[in-house]
């Protein structure tokens, strides 16, 4: 159930208040101008840029604007063809074999209930199931905010306007480093997390709504609960490892070499900005100020 909490903050979206503190400045340890921290939903809608109080100001300070990855790289037919290559599965591991007969039916009835009378898993068997996690997890988010339009995503848009104005746009990651981290475990383990969602879709309704509360408020410490409790069920320790911790840590080295030279919006995942080993953490630790804006 944890995996599904995790893949849905990471996923769903919310329209913001002016209130909420997904905005922070970076400031103190030496730094001439301040930087600054979003924590985006990769399908928001593109209002939220005009919902957060100080965010286009903050965009039109900053020298620079860094996301995940440059999202015009990211959405071109090479990244794209490159991303299926990786979420096809083996010829000997396709999901009809790894799972069993029961499972199967299982997953039909999911597949059903949000795709249609016609969905099976035989039509997506050639998918990874980490792939196939991921559509269903848009899915059910896309039920909580059906005006999610997919010509208008939110990371896109933040550095979209950084372009237009000027600003150098820049990714932390690239295609490939975003696919191991989303099919970097086995076959096997991607198939026990795919019953996981399964299992628990009656929940995810219930999460969904939860977690867009949270984002309505800014309530970081709020979505980590949610990622943490242990009502949630199962061993989610080696998937926030790969999600979350490493990539946040990967990420800090960069921003180390980024933030003395210039001021950075940084637009990432909200996921990635609270807890100990989250961006906000880190970045206090190694000695810079980081404020909400309000």
């Not at 001439?32 to 209002?47: D, I, N, R, W």
């Not at 499972?103 to 997506?124: E, I, W």
Request: hydrophobic fraction near 45%.
């Amino acid at each position: 159930m944890k995996k599904t909490v995790l893949s849905l903050l990471l996923i769903i979206s919310a329209a913001v208040s002016g209130n909420a503190q997904l905005l922070w400045k970076i400031s103190g340890n030496g730094l001439e101008k301040p930087s600054y921290l979003f924590g985006t939903h990769h399908v928001a809608p593109v209002s939220v840029i005009d919902s957060v109080a100080g965010l286009n100001e903050a965009i039109a300070s900053a020298d620079k604007v860094y996301g995940e990855m440059i999202m015009s790289e990211a959405m071109s037919p090479q990244s794209q063809q490159t991303m299926m290559g990786y979420a096809m599965a083996p010829q000997d591991s396709l999901l009809t074999s790894v799972l069993t007969p029961a499972q199967t039916d299982s997953l039909d009835v999911m597949l059903r209930n949000y795709m249609g009378p016609m969905a099976s898993a035989k039509q997506f068997a050639q998918l990874k199931p980490a792939m196939l996690c991921t559509l269903i997890a848009m899915i059910q988010s896309q039920t909580v905010f059906p005006n999610f339009n997919p010509q208008q995503q939110l990371d896109s848009e933040i550095q979209k306007r950084g372009a237009a104005l000027g600003k150098e746009i820049g990714g932390f990651e690239t295609i490939e480093d975003q696919c191991n981290a989303i099919f970097g475990s086995s076959i096997i383990e991607q198939a026990e997390g795919l019953m996981d969602m399964v299992r628990n879709d009656s929940r995810a309704a219930e999460i969904a709504k939860k977690l867009a509360k949270a984002y309505l408020a800014g309530d970081l410490n709020q979505m980590l609960e949610l990622m943490e409790d242990p009502a949630s069920g199962g061993s989610s320790d080696e998937w926030n490892e790969r999600m979350i911790n490493k990539r946040n840590a990967n990420w800090a080295r960069i921003m180390a070499g980024l933030l003395p030279s210039a001021s950075v919006l940084i637009a990432v995942g909200a996921g990635h900005l609270p807890g100990e080993k989250g961006l906000i953490s880190i970045l206090r630790k190694e000695g810079y100020s980081v404020e909400a804006v309000k």
